[in-house]
């Protein structure tokens, strides 16, 4: 079944009109949005964490018409850990990612694409505590869309990873999940 339903949409991706720009195009989005549904688990142990503002800038490089790659940095603002007694933690994001680009035709939204980002989370926390041992592998999937051809639109699922010491003989290892949901402004180039 999977290889059926990805063969009808590498067809669809074939014959419909996917010319989101000209190859060579760049494009610099600035974007805002909040971390929802946010949740940290250590050693199986689940706390929730508050909703997050977050801010960045994505690059994008068209190497095909529909097909673009590029790299962005995200940062996330402080939030308070559930149980924690008032810790709070947050990240900085830089990855590399891609999306390609399905023209829809209309005059509001004129695209969506599917997003794929992965890189490198760097885990901080107040009181700025030091038992953080490492940081880890960040990674984002999710879709788009471009409104008016210059609002982006972006809801994406994130992980990000960190090791912990838990004590000072004994680390964890840190999983951090949550929904993003991003607004912003597109320049093209």
Sequence with gaps: MKKGLLA???AVALVAPVFAADEGTMELDIKAGFNLMSSAEVESESQDIDPA?????????????????????????????????????????????????????????NNVYPLVQIGYGILRTDPDEDFIDSNGLYWGIGAGTTINKCIVLELLYSNGNATLKLDPWTTGDLKYSTIQLKVGYKFTF
């Design 53 to 109: 503002f977050t801010a960045g800038v994505d690059f994008f490089y068209y190497v095909m018409p529909q097909l673009a790659i590029g790299a962005g940095v995200q940062y996330v603002f402080n939030s308070e850990v559930a149980d924690s007694h008032g810790m709070k933690a947050g990240w900085t994001n830089l990855y590399a990612q891609a999306k390609y680009v399905f023209e829809t035709g209309s005059d509001i939204f």
């Design 8 to 10: 009808l949409l590498l």
